[in-house]
């Protein structure tokens, strides 16, 4: 029998602690304190709640919570709450062989050695279902390499998933249209470039089998979902049309990239595309039409892992494509023009796709955020403020090269040291100033040997900020104490300008809808900046836009296979969606 | 007519100025206030004595002088005194190419531009020749890129080389010994291993051709040097003997390698074998036989470059080749043992060649300093104290690669971050410590991008002191500093010792016989420890041991086509060389 929201909040403090009882493990005043923020508006609201008492809880306080988990697979544990013995048979955990027994408790030992805490993990996947023994295995192997205190708060947010699924389930309330789309995620990801696909990693570059293969999955589940049409254009976007009330009036433009980086995750971009994609399932199931049309683009292209030039796709829609890429070649010597051909795309045809914002409402994007802010915050959901603005730099110093043994300390010319002193500077600099990120990501001594002081340093730069000031004035310092350092220690040093990309603050009242979108399926709003370019970074130049971020899982990491998101929260995305395209609705009636 | 250094001695201020007119541009003041230290013990005390009032005098007498001499080549100068036109003249300088004078011009240009002082150029070269207008203007191309501190002191340099050879001239005192020796290096730098013999640079690795063909030029010229026996012995070192008066007499060990590191210079190690062989030369020539034999050895490896082991020829006489090492094999596939049989030696012998410490009074041996310091000071020789203690290792740190993007600057785990400070503490702590110094040569992200927070950092620490006590303080600081920042930056890091070797403190007897030859030619006595391993750190294990080290140009660059002697230093080593020999004679008499 399900509990409804409703009981929850009309019953009596005793009844609902009864109503909640066995969430947290071995801890149920978590349940009883969230209780006293009733009335709940969604279920969501009540797991967020749940997540913020346990937030302002002592360390002492979620220690004991951590500590009351039984060791995974641990046979000898006699006290597993009902709840997750269940979990962990789901997961084959109850049949493992000696072998995987013993490398489970070895890795157990290993684990409590290193954090004196048991590991925990959520051992249902992100969709709800089980995961796999080796997948457990592989998750335990990688998390017993992280640092203690992430791994605290690790064990807390897989806490909060356990607890989230067996929500769902006492409230019979499964996230099917986030299972729908987790699904079309899962069945886009089968198509990977060679030598990744045969390795099971996701690599979609632009216009390669594979990526032809996600153009017509993308326009078959588009068809599927009741779009009026189904393009695919010049360029290789795909363009789905669900058409207003009126067919003339302005369009809503939404959409991402389904290309990915090599090696990649399965939802940068691509969320984008699929969660508009059930919105307009919904519509259309339901017969709706609205006061505007909704035009929904898989853009082709965002990543430029083919060829040097990026944001092909969106680029293409905003006038940016320049003609001369297509005389770019990839690695194996096929230019773009080639590739279009081959494609059969028309290259003559970019121009005539680009698109006049009059025929635009706005444009809004929904993104993994690729960070850890929202994971880190236990909030499934952000509002992007500004996609910031960045500028990228290749640098080298050079000193001399010299004997390790023989040149005096005093002597040395080491390009090293100085990039050592920069690299220094610039984390320092970019952590005073709010919203900054400044990274030297390449560093290199080249052709270094053991015993020869460094002549040559070569590394690179990447500054954003939010705002272009704050950006400007950022590389400002960074180039002034660039020449200081060298001055200071008798070195030379070069350096070029790679990009320059302006930030793009979101359109106020876009934000403000997403803002209201979120508040009203029960979750806190949390407005942060975009450290990433995204496809709206470019509509930026001729319409307003807004996006809004999805929480990933594993501290937010993107452009790695580790990438992950639950069914949860993209349901949450979808709601979210949903919410606004009806509150743009109501807005035009 | 030839002045004689009796003549300086003797004569009044005025004629003594008179004879050492036109010696420093436009500036007699410098001669003038040496000649106050008369009387001098040879030519070398005299050059030495002028250095040392240069060195006193103001930044501003300094940049006086500099500024006295005219630009190179520059034909509208018409004030160049007598000795700097010729000397330009024997360059060929004023025999340009309209397109060649424009380069220089164009440099002068830019050097004058950058430094507000002229490029001043010894225009003929180490051996007292002329330098190749190629060569002169190679050397300005580098010059004008060094910094303007170092171009100042190098410009000084330059001018007392200048001075340096108009004494010669003015005395009638060529360095013939010197350029004996320095006419054996540039023929045996005529042999050089295939990819580095076809652009003109030295590589002569362990048993190849050009190996070999050194081994045949070192045994012919031994024995035209007369000595008693020139054997090539298991391990492919060249041994010559002369033998003393009493044939059954401990002998005098001495010599150092032949082979080079890739890309090297002609002086590094077969200075010391071909100093020796001069002094031999002499004995032989007048007959003269000692109460001790004199062993000089040309070892065939010392620098580890064809295969992974090291010190293959000084070690196989104390006993330290491993016979594994003859499984080692080359970039080619070819094994040690194998390149030994196709080389005619008997690796079975080597164990047979191992000396008896008994059978020796000690090792002494002569090298090229390989660093700034002599350089640095205008001392052509210096007593080496201590060869310095060193330890290795290989490191790499951990943290998490992420977004540039989107991971706040307070969650990263940035292991290129964390090495930066590591190599900022290792330059500082060997900075605080005199004798030490720390390096950190190999340094990169492996697979950095621009946008991707390190996730992996690796580097090298070479670290060295003269005594082993702080030699592992340094090792001890470093070590903890390393694992300090990693913790708190919340990383993980491995590090792998990969060398370790003791410090060898000369021995004081055999040390204060360099001191006493160094000063009888009139030269200051310059103690210094060596930041170099070399073979006399191997004999160190068995037999008392202490070298000399010879100044060498361009700071002391080495294991580089610049490392450079001139033929007036190589004198001066000889003639150390020859009175270290004499006192070890009279005290054995």
Known sequence: MNI???????????????????????????????????????????????????????HAEKMALIKAHPLLADKAAQVLSTESSSEQYSAGLTQCTPQELAQLQQLNADYQERFSFPFILAVRGPRGSGQSKEKIIATFKRRVQNHPDFEFEENLRNIHRIVELRLNDKFGMQPNLGNNVWDWHEAMSQYSDPGYAEQGLLTVTYLTDAHRACTNFIATTMNDCGFDSVNIDAVGNVVGLYLGADESAPRLLTGSHYDTVRNGGKYDGRLGIFVPMACVRQLSLAGVRLPFGIEVVGFAEEEGQRYKATFLG???????????????????????????????????????????????????????????????????????TSINGQVRYLCEITGLASHAGTTPMASRRDAAAASAEVLLYVEK?????????????????????????????????????????????????????????????????????????????????????????????????????????????????????????????????????????????????????????????????
């Open 314 to 384: 969106s680029g293409a829609l905003t006038g940016d494509f320049k003609p001369e890429w297509l005389e770019q070649k990839d690695s194996d010597g096929i230019s773009m023009h080639q590739a279009m051909q081959q494609a059969g795309l028309k290259s003559e045809e970019i121009v005539a796709i680009q698109r006049d914002a009059k025929n635009y409402l706005g444009f809004v994007e929904v993104h993994v955020e690729q960070g850890p802010v929202l994971n880190a915050l236990d909030l499934p959901l952000g509002i992007v």
């Open 429 to 589: 600099r970019a952590a005073e100033n709010l919203g900054c990120v400044a990274t030297i990501g390449m560093l290199t001594v080249p052709n270094g040997s053991i015993n020869v002081v460094p002549g040559r340093c070569q590394f690179s730069l990447d500054l954003r900020a939010p705002i272009d000031a704050q950006r400007d004035a950022l590389e400002n310092d960074v180039l002034a104490e660039l020449k200081a350092i060298c001055a200071r220690r008798g070195l030379q040093y070069t350096f070029e300008m790679t990009v320059k990309v302006d930030a793009a603050p979101s359109a106020p009242d876009w934000q403000q809808r997403w803002e209201n979108a979120v508040t009203a399926i029960g979750v806190t709003p949390y407005a942060m900046n975009s450290g990433a370019g995204h496809d709206a970074m470019k509509l930026h130049k001729i319409m307003p836009q807004a996006m809004l971020f999805v929480r990933g899982e594993n501290a937010g990491i993107s452009h790695n296979p580790l990438e992950s998101s639950t069914s949860d929260d993209i349901q949450l995305a979808i709601e979210a969606f949903s919410n606004l395209i009806h509150q743009t609705a109501q807005d035009r009636s």
């Open 4 to 58: 409804s929201l409703e009981q929850i909040n009309n019953a009596s403090p005793d009844q609902a602690h009864e109503l909640l009882a066995g969430l947290y493990e071995h801890s149920p005043w978590i349940a009883e304190q969230a209780l006293k923020a009733r009335p709940f508006k969604s279920l969501s609201a009540l797991k967020l709640a749940m997540t913020a008492v346990l937030r302002q809880a002592s």
